[in-house]
């Protein structure tokens, strides 16, 4: 339920602390305001100690004010179920009425409000704002379904939810912006690793709603569930991340969730070290040590049998979670990283051939690499291109 508040005037709302009800729906509450200095050190001490590479950025240049947005939106899952999601809505601190929209989508996280909403667990969300917010472009995030204030089980990977989650968001966001009788120019969509894939689901979902996307990029995009988890369990790689259980374990509890398949994640998970898996699924305290890195050791024989595992119920919903097959008519930046611990090369450019390969290809899909890159020096390395990007649209 959406919390209810006086409705104030929109400067005085920007201002109170506490929730402001926008419509029934829809409700915001201010954060924080973050000011040039704490936004350049996140520029220049802080992404670095958290991606491992130096970058060099565009300075923020102004201050950012900072919302969490609390919205109505439904399961599509789950025969559209009512639930509340929240997300950030970041603005420009400059006096000016109209700005840029930039939807951010996030990469996979193990802590439920290590999410955009809470922005000072976000090292990912505090580049985004650092970057874009303080450069003049209103930010936007959701936290998705079962994060956030959410107290759905999270979706982790399920596409239609995501779309629903985004779009909604998106929705709510321009609410609050009318309310605070502010307006939006272009609308760019951005998102790294599993936030690649939601800003593609989300990117499908506007094209075919007919909403115009200036432009959308992504780093370290996983556009092919099963081409990624295919290659983890049947062709690894010396540099394959020890974290790619977590992507089992994730996506297996949150399609038994929200497609509603009893026993899936335990027909994939070895019995000895399923209830760990849920614990670290469901955010319980649990012994991290406990849960194998050693993908033999998590998950059943059978599933290392290419044939099995796409036979599987499991499987036969991953090959089923992909963004990036239809005709594509936005221009769209795939990045990716020459030596991503968790996305190959392939995966990384699959969304241009795939466009190539039907021979409408839009030839403005590209992919892009950012060299010798990690897991996060890809994300790290891409924003910057992304803005200079953007910033020629």
Avoid: C
């Amino acid at each position: 339920m959406v919390v209810v508040a006086m409705v104030a005037s929109a400067p005085a709302a920007a201002q109170q602390q506490g929730p402001v009800r926008v419509t029934s729906d829809v409700s915001y509450e201010f954060l924080a305001r973050w000011d040039v200095a704490q936004l350049n050190k996140i520029l220049t001490a802080d992404t670095p100690a958290f991606a491992g590479v130096t970058v060099s950025y565009t300075p923020a240049v102004n201050a950012v004010r900072l919302y969490r947005v609390t919205y109505a939106s439904v399961v599509p899952e789950r025969a559209n179920k009512p639930i509340t999601a929240s997300g950030l809505l970041a603005v420009p601190d400059t006096g000016a009425t109209s700005f840029p929209l930039v939807s951010y989508q996030h990469g996979t996280v193990y802590g439920k409000q290590e999410v955009p909403s809470f922005p000072e667990q976000s090292p990912e969300t505090q580049l985004m704002l650092a970057q874009f917010a303080g450069q003049g472009a209103i930010v936007i995030g959701a936290d998705y379904f079962g994060m956030g204030t959410s107290s759905e089980p999270e979706g982790y990977m399920v596409k239609a939810s995501h779309q629903q989650a985004t779009t909604d968001m998106l929705a709510a966001s321009r609410a609050v912006l009318d309310h605070l009788k502010l307006t939006t120019s272009k609308l760019f969509l951005a998102g790294w690793s599993q936030g690649g894939f939601v800003t593609m689901a989300m990117l499908e979902k506007l094209e075919h709603d007919g909403v115009k996307v200036t432009a959308a990029a992504t780093a370290s995009a996983p556009l092919d569930v099963a081409v990624a988890l295919n290659g983890f369990l049947s062709f690894p790689r010396k540099n394959d991340a020890s974290w790619v259980n977590s992507l089992f374990i994730l996506s297996a509890f949150s399609f038994e969730n929200y497609y509603g398949v009893p026993g899936l994640a335990r027909s994939l998970i070895n019995d000895d070290v399923y209830e760990v898996a849920r614990k670290a699924y469901e955010r319980q305290p649990y012994n991290i040590a406990d849960v194998p890195t050693d993908l033999h050791k998590l998950i059943r024989p059978a599933y290392f049998d290419p044939q099995f595992f796409a036979d599987s119920a499991y499987g036969r919903l991953v090959a089923a979670t992909t963004a990036y097959r239809w005709v594509i008519k936005t221009p769209v930046r795939n990045y990716y990283g020459d030596s991503d611990e968790a996305i190959s090369v392939g995966l990384g450019r699959l969304a241009m051939t795939y466009q190539r390969a039907i021979g409408a290809g839009n030839p403005q899909v590209e992919a892009v690499s950012t060299g010798p890159t990690s897991h996060r020096g890809t994300f790290a390395t891409a924003v910057p291109q992304w803005k200079a990007w953007f910033d020629g649209m």
